[in-house]
């Protein structure tokens, strides 16, 4: 993550005495009424009071319920910007306002043809994480105010497993980034490309401050997360491997998908596991059923999964939606996070780190992973077979 | 001629030995029911067992376990989707479950073929949350107090105790459980038809010509009559009740997934059709000054309603899966019951009567032309 | 003396529709012999072979997969290999990430005219697979 703080030496400031939430929303107010965007697509409070849902307004009286960091992510952001922009931008400028991780599925969503960001400017947020959605519905203000606590505190054991493991919580891959973490009544807004500099100046904002306070502690909080998620993988490795702990994790699974429908990145609209190619004729299942004595049903719980993961680990941005979304408490979203990490790891990726990055499975390179291919040394043959 | 066959053994005994007898004599090929998944035990979910052992004492299978982790109406149109199995296939399902069949099979999306349905009096199950962990076994013995009482364990699914269905006519065999106080030593097989008379062939047992619909059973539907009545009114109707209640609706649409009467492949609100253009989400700005992302939350909804509530059975699954406790099985089961009075249509009651959307009279439903 | 059978591995060898089944086809040309119960099973090529296809067999019953087509530069859609062999990358990071045992999944090229090579490879796996035992999977019907 340093090559991301270097690459940025200065920001704009911005005065927060009474607090960054309403800072922030102060300053977008005040953006929309300069044009500086046309629209802004931020989490608002919806009218029952328990819960945020995104909303895209140009009217600034809306933001009054707005949240620029609610303690809760029902629909995650880089889906909610794929639905508004599938079809193209329009004429409108949009500012969406979102967490790193709803940033990142944004930009692996646009690689993958399911989202236009040219006239969206992403603005990112230092991160604490978020609650999961069944510790918040049942008591909002008790919610609200455990995580306010918490975020103060930088303590993340009352968030998301996945946040609580999460290392990329301060993005530099956007067009804005608000520096929050430490900030003691001012806060930062660094640029991340030319759009994040327009606004800037169309705010009359230099961007004179410089980083390396702010730089220093994220890069601080960001090595001890990093530790953290490393721990985490492996102790959660040890629960999950092999053939008998795996099936014992996904025993109450009951196929409703949940986890495929909130992913940001699994966009299809129909699922390979709904479809055709698996519904097959009643011999099908009753030739399984006969050869292992019994056949789950509906079938292929555990295909499911593993093959989910084959469509779209290369672009897991580990938000946990998918956990949060999950009614039998699988930790699907950790054992997502580890596969994801190993497998982008072993192709040489980062999910959502930049536009730039080609997705790995439309790339190839001549010379690579031939650790993979089996190496063939002698005529088998006529090799003497050793005994085991 | 069907009848009822008294077993002098448990419920839980004779059940699990009627289908182990099944299987094991070849009179079917393979029985869908509850079995225990993980290496402890620790899930519980539908499967389709071809081995008889499974059926044993302490083998997998726990058919009266209550517990639905996905309607078994939408299994068994999953397994007969493509056509009835060349072989019978026997299924162990509750009243819910198997009204849901009946409709699935008016909508084309089922076959009845070869297919023995087991069914039982039933007093509810447990919502899936309960079920995490293995929390339930510690919920058993009241639960099964409850049945022989005639009553129902405050802690299953509402909309289980809000059910005034749950004497499954139409099964071939029926379970009697409700009310039966030495279901612990006695267990009546009620006959329906000639192809559950036929399975239970050479099935030790006393004849019987007890009814389905015993007293405990009638008092029970008086019950949750009232339990009933007193769920509906409580809840929030209106625009801006909608509104309050789908505000935390994500739009996952988990709630059409796990719906044993949502059949299609791509639901109209995954589709082409419902996703939004530039210039719409512009127009609602200009008219509105501002719209939620994704949109058509309380569309979905509504749609859905208008989609599937004449079909629709009470199973309570929707509730159960969503992932913002949105009491959908509540709301849904009260809309469902006034478009199912408005055709005097009962889903799942009888297999050749028409769904009333597929159907018309000339002379009917004068109230609605102006 | 033990009662049980010797354990006979199912294989699924994935062959693509060029140099995989060519090579195969070239090994029967020289009447060599490769183990029964290793049963190809023809791609069109082996950039066409999705994920999902390599752990399918490997849940339903099989208890190893092996994947033969054209050597780097040789493929005949020009690149097809080279996104199997990423796919492949995947698949076993995945299986290795889970306890799956990825060694129960080969990637070997075998050209056209390489008949020995293709029985071999099929011998070879074969062997292995016995070593490695069966595959837990196979009798989990909670999959």
């Known amino acids: ?388 | 001629m069907p009848e009822s066959l008294v077993i002098s053994k448990g419920a839980e005994e004779t059940t699990r030995e009627l289908l182990r007898s099944l299987l094991e004599s070849g009179k079917v090929s393979a029985v869908l029911a509850l079995g225990r998944t993980g290496s402890g035990g620790e899930g519980v979910a539908y499967s389709l067992f071809t081995d008889p052992t499974a059926f044993e004492e302490g083998g997998a299978a726990c058919p009266l376990f209550p517990f639905m982790p996905a309607n078994a109406g939408g299994l068994l149109s999953r397994l007969t989707l493509q056509g009835p199995p060349s072989e019978p296939v026997a299924a162990v399902v509750k009243p819910c479950e198997l009204r849901a069949l009946i409709e699935l099979v008016k909508l084309n999306q089922c076959s009845l073929d070869n297919i023995l349905l087991i069914s039982s009096t039933c007093s509810g199950v447990y919502p899936l949350d309960a079920g995490v962990d293995g929390a339930l076994e510690e919920k058993l013995p009241g639960y099964w107090e409850a049945v022989k009482q005639g009553e129902v364990d405050e802690d299953v699914r509402p909309t289980c105790r809000a059910c005034v269905n749950f004497v499954p006519e139409n099964a071939d065999i029926t379970i009697a459980l409700l009310g039966e106080a030495d279901l612990d030593t006695q267990c009546t097989l009620h006959v329906n038809t000639e192809k559950g008379a036929a399975f239970v062939e050479g099935l030790e047992g006393a004849s019987s010509s007890g009814e389905l619909e015993s007293e405990p059973v009638q008092r029970a539907v008086g019950q949750r009559e009232a339990f009933r009545e007193e769920l509906f009114a409580g809840v929030e109707v209106g625009m801006q009740g909608l509104i309050r209640t789908f505000g935390r609706c994500i739009g996952c649409h988990a709630c059409k997934t796990v719906c044993p009467i949502c059949y299609c492949r791509l639901c109209y609100f995954d589709s082409q059709d419902a996703e939004r253009s530039p210039e719409f989400y512009e127009g609602e700005l200009q008219r509105k000054g501002g719209l939620r992302v994704p949109p058509n939350t309380v569309f979905f909804q509504l749609g859905r309603m208008a989609h599937m509530s004449v079909s629709c059975v009470g199973c309570g699954m929707c509730t159960d899966v969503c992932p913002a406790d949105i009491p959908l099985s509540t709301l849904f089961s009260k809309v469902a019951a006034s478009a199912q009075a408005l055709f005097e249509y009962q889903p799942g009651r009888e297999v050749t009567e028409e769904i009333p959307l597929r159907t018309f009279e000339q002379e009917e439903l004068v109230q609605v032309a102006t | 003396m033990s009662e049980e059978r010797e354990f006979e591995p199912r294989i699924i060898y994935f062959l693509c529709s060029w140099c995989g089944s060519g090579g195969s086809e070239t090994a029967a040309a020289h009447h060599l012999q490769y183990p029964e119960n290793v049963v190809p099973s023809r791609v069109n090529c082996t950039g066409a072979l999705p994920a999902v296809h390599i752990v399918r067999p490997l849940i339903e019953g099989a208890d190893g997969v092996v994947i033969s087509g054209c050597h780097p530069g040789d493929c005949h859609y020009n690149d097809g290999n080279f996104r199997a062999r990423r796919r492949v990358a995947l698949v076993k990071s995945l299986l290795d990430t889970l306890g799956l045992e990825p060694e129960r999944v080969w990637f070997r090229y075998v050209a056209h005219g390489e008949g020995q090579r293709f029985v071999d490879t099929a011998t070879e796996f074969n062997d292995h697979i016995k070593k490695l035992g069966p595959n837990p999977l196979t009798t989990r019907s909670d999959t």
């Open chain 1, 1 to 388: 993550m340093s090559e991301k703080s270097a690459a940025r030496s200065s920001g704009a400031t911005l005065k927060a005495e009474g607090g960054v939430a309403a800072a922030l929303v102060g300053w977008l107010k005040e953006a929309l009424e300069k044009k500086v965007f046309d629209a802004l697509l931020i989490p608002v409070e919806v009218p029952a009071g328990d819960s945020f849902a995104y909303l895209l307004l140009q009217d600034p009286a809306i933001l009054d319920k707005a949240s620029p960091l609610p303690p809760v992510m029902p629909v995650q952001g880089g889906k909610a910007i794929s639905r508004l922009t599938m079809r193209g931008n329009g004429s409108k400028r949009v500012a969406a306002v979102v967490r790193p991780c709803e940033a990142r599925a944004a930009i692996e969503l646009s690689k993958l043809k399911q989202a236009h960001l040219d006239d969206v400017c992403l603005i990112t947020l230092d991160c604490p994480g978020v609650l999961p959605l069944s510790d918040y519905i049942g008591d909002p203000a008790a919610g609200a105010a455990r995580f306010a606590e918490a975020a103060a505190e930088g303590d993340r054991s009352p968030m998301r497993p996945t946040c609580q493991m999460c290392n990329h919580f301060s993005l530099l891959g956007s067009d804005l980034h608000v520096g929050t973490l430490g900030a003691d009544g001012t806060i930062l807004i660094v640029p991340g490309s030319s759009k994040g500099e327009r606004v800037l100046e169309g705010m009359g904002m230099p961007v004179d401050a410089a980083l390396d306070d702010w730089s220093a502690r994220v890069e601080e909080a960001e090595q001890a997360q990093t530790e953290r998620r490393r721990q985490a993988h492996a102790d959660l490795r040890e629960t999950v491997a092999g053939a008998e702990n795996l099936l014992d994790v996904f025993s109450s699974c009951i196929n409703c998908h949940n986890c495929q429908r909130v992913c940001p990145v699994c966009y299809c609209r129909q699922c390979y596991f709904e479809s055709a190619a698996l519904k097959l004729p009643p011999e099908n299942y009753l030739a399984r059923a006969g050869r292992k004595g019994a056949l789950r049903f509906s079938p292929d719980t555990l295909l499911f999964h593993i093959g989910r993961a084959s469509h779209m680990a290369l672009s897991c941005v580990s938000c946990g939606a998918c956990e949060d979304a999950c009614p039998m408490d699988i930790p699907v979203g950790q054992v997502f996070s580890l596969m994801a990490d190993r497998a982008q790891e072993a192709l040489g990726y980062v999910a959502g780190r930049s536009l730039e990055d080609a997705l790995p499975l439309v790339d190839y390179e001549m010379d690579e992973l031939h650790q993979v291919e089996q190496p063939y040394v002698e005529i088998y043959c006529k090799q003497e077979v050793q005994d085991a």
